[in-house]
């Protein structure tokens, strides 16, 4: 087990905290869904409580190590002064004369945050003088960014090569949720796939097909799955690539005693538009249309092989769920488990999107903050970020 924050006395120290603050921002610079920021906020009380001096880092977007504006993490400081009813000050840069100097002034109680960590190329390339020049800052290092612990970058893992780390209570809750699925869930055991490739899924798969007794697989990615089942898929997306490695899946699941549920009737359109016109078809897609969602007969089946379930694990959306006309196998779904008796936990990314859209967070077990390295840890690796960190 790694050390938590809990196990590093903080009183009187400077606490320099790895946060995940990637927010989606409009086109005015306004915060579209301040999940990411909220969900840190124990660990940023009980820094402030400590009371400690709190350093925050984060990277926004992806400024390729050079300042742009408009990825800013200013809107990221005023939301979070909001939050926490207190004035958190924001930082011109995360390295440097005066940024040290700023955090020289600090008192207990005080946040900062750093500016966008990424407007630096070292950042991304785990430099050791970047690290290091970071680490100055502070006299012990808490991540809490899952999202970003499948990167092994300076202010993830470079960082801790510096200083005492340990992990704040979001990576800790993560980690509890993403183990029992894996490790220690209570059976039976569905998952549920969806998204646009399969190439993203296949390492999932084939590292989880031992554990669950279920596979239900919708979205773009189905298409491949069907095409290698000899199904008509019209003009919907499909990896080529991959229909033989679907084949070999089926094989797999049989050979492990797992029931694969596929689309059998689907929301076609011969454009994805929000105005598209659209009709339901069993079996078959005809050609010049795609398939955009799981019909009323698939959601029906579907819902039949998760009532019994007592773990559901769900990641990617089972249509193109950002427009309405394809976004009703997604919700029906995403309802359908919240009101089951079992530990739903949600894969971050688009998921996590679609269900806190559908204002359904609070009826899930867990929504994991971090697309990419929640798919990293159900393939079963180690994230740098947390491999990183000191051992209790």
């Known amino acids: 087990m790694k050390k938590t924050i809990r196990d590093i006395d903080i009183k009187g120290k400077r606490v320099l905290m790895r946060v995940d603050f990637n927010v989606p921002l409009d086109e005015k610079q306004n915060i579209t869904d301040d999940t990411r920021i909220k969900s840190v906020l124990p660990t940023i009380k009980y820094a402030q409580n400590a009371p400690s001096k709190l350093i925050l880092m984060s990277h926004l977007g992806r400024p390729k190590g050079s300042v742009n504006p408009q990825m800013s993490l200013g809107p990221c400081g005023e939301r979070l002064s909001k939050l926490l009813g207190k004035d958190v000050k924001m930082l011109k840069d995360c390295v440097g004369s005066s940024v040290e100097e700023e955090v020289s002034k600090m008192k207990d109680g005080d946040v900062v945050l750093l500016e966008n960590l990424r407007f630096h190329k070292e950042e991304t390339k785990n430099d050791p003088q970047f690290a290091e020049s970071l680490a100055k800052l502070g006299d012990v290092f808490i991540n809490d960014a899952f999202g970003t612990c499948h990167r092994a970058h300076a202010s993830t893992e470079g960082i801790t090569k510096y200083l005492p780390s340990a992990m704040g209570f979001l990576v800790e809750k993560e980690i509890e949720y993403f183990d029992k699925v894996l490790n220690n869930p209570d059976k039976p055991v569905a998952l549920i796939l969806g998204g646009a490739k399969v190439s993203d899924k296949i390492a999932v798969i084939e590292n989880m097909l031992k554990d669950i007794d279920f596979l239900l697989i919708g979205g773009a990615m189905a298409y491949t799955f069907l095409k290698s089942r000899l199904k008509g898929v019209g003009s919907s997306r499909v990896e080529e690539d991959k229909i033989e490695t679907a084949s070999e899946i089926f094989q797999k699941a049989r050979d492990n005693n797992v029931s694969i549920f596929l689309p059998e009737d689907h929301v076609i359109a011969k454009a994805i538009t929000p ?3 659209t009709r339901v078809v069993r079996e078959h897609i005809p050609d010049g249309w795609i398939g955009l969602d799981i019909g009323p007969r698939t ?16 990641n990617g959306p089972v249509g193109y769920f950002e427009m309405k006309p394809f976004k009703r196998g997604t919700t029906d779904i995403a309802k359908f488990i919240s009101r089951l008796d079992a530990t739903t936990v949600i894969g971050g990314g688009d998921t996590a999107a679609a269900i806190n859209a559908l204002g359904l967070a609070k009826k899930m077990s867990h929504i994991s903050t971090g697309g990419g390295a929640s798919l990293e840890y159900l393939e079963g690796k180690e994230l740098p970020g947390i491999k990183a960190l000191q051992d209790k």
């Open 275 to 277: 105005t598209a016109r």
């Open 299 to 314: 959601i029906k089946k579907f819902k039949n092989a998760l009532k019994g379930a007592k773990t559901i694990l769900w």
